[in-house]
């Protein structure tokens, strides 16, 4: 039989909840937690990411809680800040219905005001570590009356990063307490180590044989280092994602990475912690309302985080260890959604990749990248869907443009006036993909000369000889003839006659220069810079 949250013997202000909030029926997870919980057993939890673990501790917590006493009954501990932010607010949709006060501590925030919101008295706190030891220290925040104690991402809390402050604030908390650990993944010496913390726990797993979430489609793409910043456009290109999280290294791999695409034109902002909390803030409300098409970020976003609508989960950089990997593509291919899933993985890092799959027991496809007819024709095809869905949509206003048509229609072929508009729209949308291409004439170039621009990325070994050589040996040009050579960091200009320039264009459309790709298209001149 399918079980239902009414089953349960929870309150009926949370079964409205769960309703309010789209659940129709509990998850494998939260069917199995949810009555141990109840009956009051330590427990260590552990299911694939995005299946509900959240609501799995946080709903039998809600429940037991006496909201007419005003002090601290369950603390929920996270590694990052964006997660303690997270499970507050779902514990906040939880007690939608009832009296029960939640209140997320983190650092980065002003700490006086997490202070008088504690004084006023809220029943549950859920926050990072460091802050919640601050509090305690401080005496404004007192876990002598705890019931439950929740270690969310338990296996990364315990992990050496953590251990410390744990321990910590474990001193001061009441030893009656429920302890709760939850992860998708747990290592066996951390399952080992959590019986330190821990009453007689019982073990909930919900084992589907892979540690990786089922929905997520996972492929690799073997790339030089040199060539990653060109192939990951490829890729996103041909993919279109609705949204994607981008995964670096390091703070500094994540700023560069930003920054390159947003040199490109797409819509993407980083997140990791050297940035401010109002800064992080402001990143994520972006990513959430999809203001922002790419979060590109460290692993501070690889735990935990659950965002609508995240249909691709790039590594720009392959993780560290397998947990690294389950957690960070497990942001995508949540709550019964499919995802995609992409490692890009350099010749070196092969070895490292085939001990991921080791570990996480199942195979990763190589895929090929796309060549950019292919990109063009993939946008195409999603182009025409969209054309479509708006010729299909019936709620247009058509009758604003009506006047417009006809005369258009009037004065040219249908099959002109629908490819100039189509131009229209595609070179617009071009531009916001790609800063590589040429100016046909007059802008800044010599008399006579036609300037294009070369995006060759940034670590290829550039010279303007080498330009000239490659240049002139594949389009059949004399090098005499190339004008103005300027090489900068991720582009280049360069100057050719101007009835040369057709042949230019062909001949490097699918050449390497210097040793790499061109990522060469036509772009439309720039506006204002006729
Ligand atoms: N019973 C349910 N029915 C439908 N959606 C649910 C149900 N329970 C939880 N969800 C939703 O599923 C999404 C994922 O849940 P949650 O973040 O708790 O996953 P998780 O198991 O903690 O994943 P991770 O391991 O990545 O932390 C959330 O948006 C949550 O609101
Ligand atoms: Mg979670």
Known sequence: MVMKFDDFDISSSLNKATKEMGFEAPSPIQEKVIPVILGGRDVIGQAQTGTGKTA??????????????KHVQALILTPTRELAIQVAGEFQKLSKFNKVQTLPVYGGQSIGHQIKSLKRGVQVVVGTPGRVLDHINRGTLKLD???????DEADEMLDMGFIDDIEKILQNANTERQSLLFSATMPPAIRKLSSRYMNNPEHI????????????????YKVLDKNKLDSLCRIIDSETPELGIVFCRTKK????????????????????????????????????????EFLIATDVAARGIDVQNVSHVINYDIPQDPESYVHRI??????????????????????????????????????????????????????KHQIVELIEDNEQDDALYAELVAELLSEFPADKVVSSLMKLAFYSHDEKTTSAGYDFGETGAQKGMTRFFINVGRNV?????????????????????IGKIDIFENFTFMEVPQESAPFVYEGLKYARVGGAKINLEPAKPRPGRK
């Open 253 to 292: 791999g994540v700023s560069e990475l930003t920054e390159s695409l947003q040199a490109r034109g797409y819509a993407a902002d980083g997140l990791h912690g050297d940035l401010t909390q109002s800064q992080r803030d402001v990143v994520m409300r972006k990513f959430r309302k999809g203001t922002i």
């Open 205 to 220: 797993t919900i084992d589907k044989g892979e540690m990786t979430a089922p929905l997520i489609e996972q492929v690799y």
């Open 145 to 151: 009356r705890l019931s439950k104690l929740v270690l």
């Open 56 to 69: 799995a501790f946080g709903i039998p917590i809600i429940n037991d809680i006496n909201a007419k006493q």
């Open 461 to 481: 070994d550039m010279t303007p000889k080498k330009l000239v050589d490659d240049v002139s040996r594949l389009v059949g040009i004399s090098p005499k003839v």
């Open 330 to 383: 497990g942001r995508t291919g949540r709550a019964g959604k499919e995802g995609i899933a992409i490692t890009l993985v350099t010749p070196r890092e092969m070895k490292h990749l085939r001990s991921i799959e080791r570990e996480i027991k199942s195979q990763i496809p190589a895929k090929g990248i796309p060549s950019i007819e292919e990109v063009v024709e993939k946008q195409q095809a999603a182009w």
